[in-house]
């Protein structure tokens, strides 16, 4: 009861601060109904940020015609759908329900920047069973299920078909039953649904909390093999490097006829990474890129994905220019540009994601004069870069302003914001920010404005508004 008590307590703070604002556009009404809580969406508003608002609660657009029309109309994460077709949609939960963390995925929408399917994975490693309960095969992932002999039905569902229980049906074998899908790169999570009831895979050690006292199947479709070739009298050979914080046992490699192997997922990015044969770290004997490490010895290197390149035009007379920023935490002797025609370059794999930076010239730190977008203020300016952006900014107009500066809930409402570049007659400025809600002010010149060019808005604490940003 106490646990219930506080989590009705969570949950009533979080409306207090943005039920009014969102309703304000009427958008969106969350009210209690007994032990229940009662969601209402606007039918009416735009179809991009209704199917936002839908996935948030476990079913998309896509989805609804065929919940509407089954028995039960409740979606995978537990919401009734009571009312559809007409002005509103209208969906119901019980709070009791919501015991325990209230996860993004139960109140996403009542959240400053909403929630994913599955959050971002750096690194990976499958830990499945044999036989294998999912692999590869040339025209995509299977998933089999061994056993339930007698179900009717037996389907799929996971954060790669936005959780429907009914849009993956199983083909039933002598065994059990499988599928095959064609999956991105990357991390999935999963459960069967048979005969209706949810059930995670029992081959699958690799599980990840699911909200509701359960658990998801986690698999990673993996993007490298790490290799090392020999040590054939080795009992144990673990893998281990930046991407998963050099713990020593967290990735065990297999032998085969030649020596050890693990596929792993990697995400875009720079990793440092060692061999540890029978208690012995080793480097990687067939990757010549290395580093020095802390212990005298020297870190393996690996690159994924297309690197970024970086480029100082001019300070011909220097002899020594490096790159520096967040991506490396600010490391002054690492990234050595090289000399190209009249400036210095360097090429740099970057995640997608937004990272602040400078450039070490003999010993002086300075700005990239070819970035007029930054971020900090007086001497704790740097230059910031969006790898792969999905989030444009605009103001147009206000030529003869000095600065203007986004801010929002992606930095923290930042006085001094994201200072924004000026071309074409408008201030711009492009961000990576993870799928879900964002509210943001433009500060020209000191004084805080909305977005006059977004109609998405909601009340603040200070009686004022804030304009509204959605990232699907």
């Known amino acids: 009861m106490i646990r219930m008590m506080r989590d009705i307590l969570t949950i009533l ?12 556009k009427d958008t969106l009404e969350l009210n209690f109904e ?28 896509s989805e609804m015609d065929s919940l509407w029309s089954s028995s039960e109309k409740v979606t995978p994460l537990g919401w009734l759908l009571e009312d559809y077709g007409g002005e509103f949609i209208q969906l119901r ?30 690194f990976g490693a499958n830990r499945l069973k044999f036989p294998l309960s999912v692999f590869e095969i040339e025209n995509g992932t299977t998933f089999v299920l061994d056993g339930y002999k007698n179900a009717k039905e037996v389907y799929l569902a996971g954060s790669f078909n936005q959780w429907n229980p009914k849009a993956d049906l199983m083909t039933k074998t002598s065994e059990g039953w499988e599928l095959t899908k064609v999956l991105a790169v990357g991390k999935h999570l999963y459960k069967f649904v048979v005969d209706g009831k949810w059930v995670d895979d029992p081959s699958n050690k690799q599980t990840q909390d699911d909200g509701h006292w359960g658990n998801n199947s986690v698999y990673f479709k993996t993007n490298h093999r790490f290799y090392l ?22 990735v065990r490699m297999q032998k085969d006829a030649t020596g050890w192997y693990v596929d792993v997922y990697l995400e875009d990015g720079n990793y440092e990474y060692r061999f540890i044969v029978d ?54 002797e690492r990234l050595t540009m090289t000399r190209s025609g009249n400036g210095w370059e360097i ?22 004069p070819a970035n007029k977008v930054v971020n900090g ?19 147009p107009g206000f030529a003869n302003a000095e600065h203007v500066f986004l801010s929002g809930s992606f930095n923290g409402w930042s006085t001094t914001g994201y200072q924004m ?23 020209v010149d000191g004084e805080w404005m909305t977005d006059p060019n977004n109609q998405l808005f909601e009340n603040n604490e200070f009686g004022e508004y804030n304009s509204v940003y959605w990232v699907e």
Not at 351 to 365: C, H, L, R, S
């Open 13 to 24: 703070a979080v409306l207090a601060g943005t039920i009014s604002a969102l309703a304000q």
């Open 34 to 61: 007994g032990s229940d809580i009662v969601v209402k969406l606007n039918n009416s508003i735009s179809e991009a940020t209704l199917d936002s608002l839908l996935c948030s609660y476990g079913t998309c657009m």
């Open 93 to 122: 939960k019980p709070i009791t329900s919501l015991s325990g963390s209230i996860s993004q995925e139960e109140v996403s929408t009542l959240e400053e920047t909403g929630a994913e399917a599955v959050e971002q994975a750096r």
């Open 229 to 250: 070739e020999g040590y054939q009298k080795a009992r144990k050979v673990f893998l281990s490097g930046s991407f998963n914080w050099w713990k020593e046992r967290d």
């Open 279 to 332: 208690g012995t770290w080793i480097s990687d004997p067939a990757n010549p890129n290395q580093h020095p490490n802390e212990y005298g010895d020297y870190n393996s290197v690996l690159s994924i994905g297309t690197p970024t390149r970086f480029r100082l035009d001019g300070f011909g007379e220097a002899t020594n220019v490096l790159l520096t920023g967040t991506f490396n935490n600010w490391d002054k």
């Open 347 to 368: 090429d740099y794999v970057l995640a997608p994601g937004n990272y602040e930076y400078k450039f070490i010239v003999d010993g002086t730190w300075i700005l990239d």
């Open 377 to 395: 203020a007086d001497d704790y300016r740097n230059s910031l870069i969006a790898i792969a952006p999905n989030a444009h900014f605009a103001l």
């Open 421 to 443: 570049d000026r071309r074409n007659n408008e201030w711009l400025i492009d961000l990576n920010l993870h799928p879900g809600k964002y509210t943001y002010k433009f500060i």
